[in-house]
Every structure is written in structure tokens, then in C-alpha cells.
T-cell receptor, first 110, second 114 residues
Framework: DAKTTQPPSMDCAEGRAANLPCNHS???????VYWYRQIHSQGPQYIIH???NNETNEMASLIITEDRKSSTLILPHATLRDTAVYYC???????????FGTGTSLTVIP | DGGITQSPKYLFRKEGQNVTLSCEQN?????MYWYRQDPGQGLRLIYY???????QKGDIAEGYSVSREKKESFPLTVTSAQKNPTAFYLC?????????????FGSGTQLSVL
């Protein structure tokens, strides 16, 4: 599975959009990009995933660059409850391991 | 509601003692996983199981054992050979080998040494 690189921490003002970047320059053609988040002392929560096209659901949007070497998770209107660690993962399918790095610790500031 | 149940939420282990963490899922998933998380760190894979009566070691299996006698259950035993067991343990499940699928996680068990 491709490795990912994320900034260790970010701040975002409440009500503003939070844009979390992820670099996955070694991603292969069939690997999906997944995003999870983990609030302290809870299990990770699935947010969104995609292959090539941009995706949007009720929680977030996922923007994948045309060359697929990087992506951005967008939380359109961040709230205090979005404060969490966000993990970007790339994997072929569930027959492969989901490698969780240290992620990005997002703090939403009132 | 479908989901993954981990118990207990908090567990204390005495020196030299084996303890077992429970993980049950009612999602009819083939695959189940155990991860360990240390403070400020990501998740590391301990063991995983694709089907009943079969399981494989992950990256940090030493000092741990598992069983998979039923599809819905995947208990983890932390043995006395695990010298640094204090950590947050997470169980997950999914359909095995499927693209476009996602992992579902339990709420975790915090294990501490007395």
C-alpha cells in the first residue's frame, strides 16, 4: 500500500472551511483514498473515500488531484466537534492492510 | 443497530496475568482486526482474521494471541509475555478483499497495568 504524508497539526476557526491535505505520491492506479477521524479515546470514524473523482457526502468533500498524487479533505463549516485526529489512508481493497500513520490533529478554535 | 461491541471499556492487568479483550460484530463481516494505539501514535495492526478458524499476525503480534471460532467474535488475549501492554486497543471489521469497502471500528478498550 502507498504511504501517505500529512501535516502533524492544523488549526481552523469555527464556521470556516477546514482543508486537510494529504500527499500520496506513490499511489497506484487502483488504490482508493480513504479518510477517517478519531476523537480522543474513541474508535476511528469513517468520513469519505474515493478513487479518481471528487466525492461529497453529508460530512465532507474529498478533492483528488488529476495525477492522484495528493488529496484534500474539506470540512465546509468546521464546528468544535470536528476537533479530532484525521487519517488519510490509501489501499487497494480490504484484502490489504489499512495503514494508519499519525494523521493530522485538527483543532477548531471558537 | 448493527455494529461492533468491545468490552470492557477499561481493563486493568496485574503483573504476570493474562487478560482477554472481547470484540463482537453483528455486521456479518468476514474480516476482523485488532489494532493497538499508544498515546499520540497511529494504529498498529496486531492480528487479523479473514475467515473463521484462520488468522494472521500483523506487525506487532508478539505477546498477543487470538481465536476466531465464530464469525461474529474475535477475542484478543494479552499474555504475560507482553511486557508493555498499556495501550488503547481497537477492534475493526469489514468485508474481506472487497474494493470500495470501509473499516468499521468498535469504541475501544483501554488496558492499564496495575
Amino acid at each position: 500500500d502507498a504511504k501517505t504524508t500529512q501535516p502533524p497539526s492544523m488549526d481552523c476557526a469555527e464556521g470556516r472551511a477546514a482543508n486537510l491535505p494529504c500527499n500520496h505520491s506513490t499511489i497506484s492506479g487502483n488504490e482508493y483514498v480513504y479518510w477517517y477521524r478519531q476523537i480522543h479515546s474513541q474508535g476511528p470514524q469513517y468520513i469519505i473515500h474515493g478513487l479518481k473523482n471528487n466525492e461529497t457526502n453529508e460530512m465532507a468533500s474529498l478533492i483528488i488531484t488529476e495525477d492522484r498524487k495528493s488529496s484534500t479533505l474539506i470540512l465546509p463549516h468546521a464546528t468544535l466537534r470536528d476537533t479530532a485526529v484525521y487519517y488519510c489512508i490509501v489501499t487497494l481493497n480490504t484484502g490489504n492492510q489499512f495503514y494508519f500513520g499519525t494523521g493530522t490533529s485538527l483543532t477548531v478554535i471558537p | 443497530d448493527g455494529g461492533i461491541t468491545q468490552s470492557p471499556k477499561y481493563l486493568f492487568r496485574k503483573e504476570g496475568q493474562n487478560v482477554t479483550l472481547s470484540c463482537e460484530q453483528n455486521l456479518n463481516h468476514d474480516a476482523m482486526y485488532w489494532y493497538r494505539q499508544d498515546p499520540g501514535q497511529g494504529l498498529r495492526l496486531i492480528y487479523y482474521s479473514q475467515i473463521v478458524n484462520d488468522f494472521q499476525k500483523g506487525d506487532i503480534a508478539e505477546g498477543y494471541s487470538v481465536s476466531r471460532e465464530k464469525k461474529e467474535s474475535f477475542p484478543l488475549t494479552v499474555t504475560s509475555a507482553q511486557k508493555n501492554p498499556t495501550a488503547f486497543y481497537l477492534c475493526a471489521s469489514t468485508r474481506w478483499g472487497a474494493a470500495n469497502e470501509k473499516l468499521f471500528f468498535g469504541s475501544g478498550t483501554q488496558l492499564s497495568v496495575l
